[in-house]
């Protein structure tokens, strides 16, 4: 078997924690979704996707065709719901994949009448984020073309928060509520009100009950991380208690141990100068991998349960650390890049910040190529 140069490492006690935490959250009346779009938000579409269900969601959602053909391939038969885009051209695949189907405008409304196969659509409405959704004023258009196809089924009413992760005051959130629900009422009056509601995200599944109705779509969450500190900090003030646990750990190798000399001049650009006789590690990953340039002399990685600076600039493929105060390090020694080594942590969101990005981003640039294994 080849040696990986990288590869991802998943908790399913950590993954299985989390969506039970969800679970128990909602209630059991309320339809579990989770969203393993983005390759499981970096966690492995197929391998994530498996111990969700084992630990007790109803649904899985994905954002393109793909990933819901990889899950079918894989054997995996639970509801998928498509929440993005799909192509009027591959529309009849996504209903030969008995997909539930994200509508929002009168195209795909179209195309799928055209078929003339029994489908399950969740209507998106526009409530304030500007993406997707139909405007209110669209609704009695939406409806009347909705009325000419009478094996479309109108399964499910969603729409999505613009800002519930950034503050505190969720006055928008709940303005954006409002007008879900003035939506629901609109299609009940005309004899087509949907089964399913659903507007519930992470924060709004752990800070909004009354956004949870029937259905409720948990991302970041299920995979242990909080989708801000803003969301954390409104939990702690309201009283909610909850343990989310991270599930993904991200290791690496020491390719290469060497002593350099004071006044080296380390990587691309020469960026950084050794301060001091010592000796520095390179490390089989870099910004192809996920590990991006804006860690370049900010990131740290542990080896050996210590802290090791990045020096110089990553690169495609490699990055550099100062190992000068971690004198046992070896070649072939296992390196962490994101997760726990000993008494220390590297967090996704500690690297977010360094980035000047988020969590989200963090894990789902880790490279599809590198290898995912589920750790117990």
Same mark, same amino acid.
């Given at each position: 078997m080849l040696m990986e140069l990288s590869w991802v490492e998943i908790s399913k006690k950590a993954l299985i924690s989390n969506v039970k935490t969800f679970r128990g959250l909602i209630g059991r009346d309320v339809k579990l979704a989770v969203a393993v779009k983005g390759n499981a938000y970096g966690h492995g579409l197929v391998e994530a996707s498996k111990v969700i269900l084992q630990a007790g969601a109803d649904f899985l959602c994905v954002n393109a065709l793909y990933e819901a053909e990889a899950l079918r391939k894989a054997?995996?038969?639970?509801? =998928? *719901?498509l929440i993005g885009y799909t192509p009027l051209s591959e529309l009849k695949k996504a209903v030969q994949l008995k997909c539930d189907i994200t509508v929002y405008n009168l195209e795909t409304l179209r195309a799928l009448g055209k078929l003339k196969k029994p489908v399950n659509l969740h209507l998106k409405i526009e409530t304030g984020n500007?993406?997707?959704?139909?405007?209110?004023?669209e609704l009695p258009e939406i409806l009347k073309e909705f009325k000419k196809y009478k094996h479309l089924k109108m399964a499910g009413l969603s729409t999505h928060f613009a800002n519930l992760e950034d503050r505190i005051n969720h006055k928008y959130a709940l303005y954006q509520l409002r007008l879900f629900k003035k939506a629901y009422r609109l299609l009940e009056e005309n004899g087509h009100a949907p089964h399913y509601r659903h507007c519930a995200n992470t924060a709004a599944a752990? =800070? *909004?009950?009354?956004?949870?109705?029937n259905f409720v779509r948990v991302g970041i969450g299920a995979y242990g991380l909080w989708p801000s500190e803003k969301t954390l900090r409104a939990a702690e003030h309201a009283g909610i208690e909850i343990s989310l646990t991270p599930a993904l750990t991200w290791k690496t190798i020491v390719a290469q141990v060497k002593e350099v000399d004071r006044g080296s001049l380390i990587g691309y650009g020469c960026t950084y100068e050794m301060p001091?006789?010592?000796?520095?590690?390179?490390?089989?990953?870099?910004?192809?991998?996920?590990?991006?340039?804006?860690?370049?002399?900010?990131?740290?990685?542990?080896?050996r349960g210590k802290r090791a600076p990045v020096i110089g600039r990553v690169c495609m493929n490699m990055i550099m650390v100062?190992?000068?105060?971690?004198?046992?390090v070896k070649l072939e020694d296992e390196v962490v890049l994101i997760g726990k080594q000993g008494k220390e942590q590297i967090t996704a969101e500690e690297m977010a910040?360094?980035?000047?990005?988020?969590?989200?981003e963090v894990t789902t640039r880790i490279n599809e190529m590198i290898s995912r294994h589920l750790v117990a």
């Open positions: 054997g995996i038969k639970a509801p =998928l *719901l500007h993406r997707q959704g139909v405007r209110l004023d752990i =800070l *909004l009950p009354e956004a949870h109705f001091h006789d010592g000796r520095i590690a390179v490390l089989p990953v870099g910004y192809y991998d996920g590990f991006v340039r804006m860690l370049s002399n900010k990131g740290h990685v542990l080896i100062d190992i000068t105060q971690i004198p046992e910040d360094l980035s000047q990005t988020i969590n989200y």
